[in-house]
């Protein structure tokens, strides 16, 4: 059977033994804080893919669709590029290739920047904005099943957490760079 095909139960299951037999051979293993990343790996990579098979058929990937919902959610509808990956968590390449592709759509603009030439300014279009509307409505259902056993005490006690967790991985790496 496919790792896909497997309820992800079953595979976190396996990667939890999986790090328990590392475990076996070196004691030092963080066995907890191991499985909690890889689990939140998985997650993640398991609501990027969702998300893309539900975009595919309107053309989008996820990081498309990110950075069209960066836009939306902005005051005026804009940004720039370099703006856009730190949002998006795509690099500047990457970032290229999506603008050209939302552009030729017509979901998006890229003119110079009124204050500065050298820099490019991003914008939402009509086109782009009503597609947002269309797609985001559709993504409801599966957010309230997703969350449908959580109380809103269980939602907000992992939205603090996962901010702690966030708030820990910036202070490590400020300590990195220092």
């Known amino acids: 059977m496919a790792a896909r095909e497997r309820p992800l139960t079953d595979r976190i299951a396996a990667l939890q033994a999986g790090v328990q037999r590392v475990h076996a051979r070196m004691p030092a ?21 969702g998300l893309d098979r539900r ?7 996820d990081a498309d669709f990110r950075t069209l919902m960066a836009l939306f959610s902005s005051p005026d509808g804009m940004a720039h590029p370099s703006e856009l990956c730190h949002f998006v968590t795509q690099s500047r390449t990457n970032m ?48 309230i099943a997703l969350f449908a056993g959580f109380s809103a005490r269980d939602k907000q006690t992992l939205e603090t957490t996962l901010l ?9 790496e400020a300590r990195k760079e220092a």
Not at 164 to 172: K, N, S
């Open 29 to 49: 293993v963080p066995v907890r804080e191991v499985v909690l990343m890889r689990v939140l790996s998985l997650l993640g990579w398991e609501f990027t893919s």
């Open 96 to 143: 290229t290739r999506i603008s050209d592709a939302l552009v030729a759509r017509g979901l998006v603009t890229r003119t110079p920047s009124v204050e500065d030439r050298r820099r490019i300014v991003m914008r939402i279009t009509a086109k782009g904005e009503a597609l947002v509307r269309k797609l985001l409505p559709r993504l409801y259902p599966i957010l």
């Open 164 to 172: 702690r967790l966030a708030a820990a991985l910036d202070a490590v």
């Open 55 to 61: 975009l595919r058929p309107h053309g989008l990937n």
